[in-house]
């Protein structure tokens, strides 16, 4: 995954803004979302959404002897086709629902299931660049979960306010698969 943009918290912001180089550190899977649909132009086939929320924690040169540890955010979406055969079978299921009361003969569509088995990261390249070069096509994250929110000490920043960028390229190794009950 090259040239992945970070989302640094307020702190290292500051850090990055200072900083002469930045050295890769650290990379944690923190969650991945996925989502799976039916490819409208192909039967058997569905198309995986995944995206993967990542801690970066690197190492930033500020002029000192000592670097200054910053972290962020990083998210990447990865979109795959995968057959998974026409699940035309109904499954009904006499598994208690407390919310749904004991509907036992309710029957619903046989959509398969994505897994994903990833392992953390490897971080292959960093770097800061400052802001008033060429845009790229990384438009500004708006909205992440909660609980990714809750990972990190500080609150991450989002917007651009005229300081350096920060960006990863990793090396992800991934398995993505669909599975059906039979």
Known sequence: IEDLRVYPTRASQAV????????GGRAELLQAYIDVEPA??????YSVDIRYYYRITAEAFVGGSRPA??????????RVLLFGSEGNAKIFTSRFRPEA??????????LPEAVVEAVDPIVLDARAEDRCKPCRCDCGLTEIPAFI??????????????GRRY???LGQFSLVRLERGT
């Open 149 to 162: 929110a809750q990972s990190f000490d500080q609150p991450l920043l989002f917007d651009d306010n005229g």
């Open 69 to 78: 540890e910053i972290s962020g955010l990083a998210v990447f979406d990865k």
């Open 40 to 45: 409208s132009y192909n039967r058997g086939f």
């Open 167 to 169: 960006y990863v390229t």
């Open 16 to 23: 990055i803004d200072r900083a002469l180089s930045v050295r």
């Open 101 to 110: 009361g004991d509907c036992q003969g309710m029957g619903r569509s046989n």
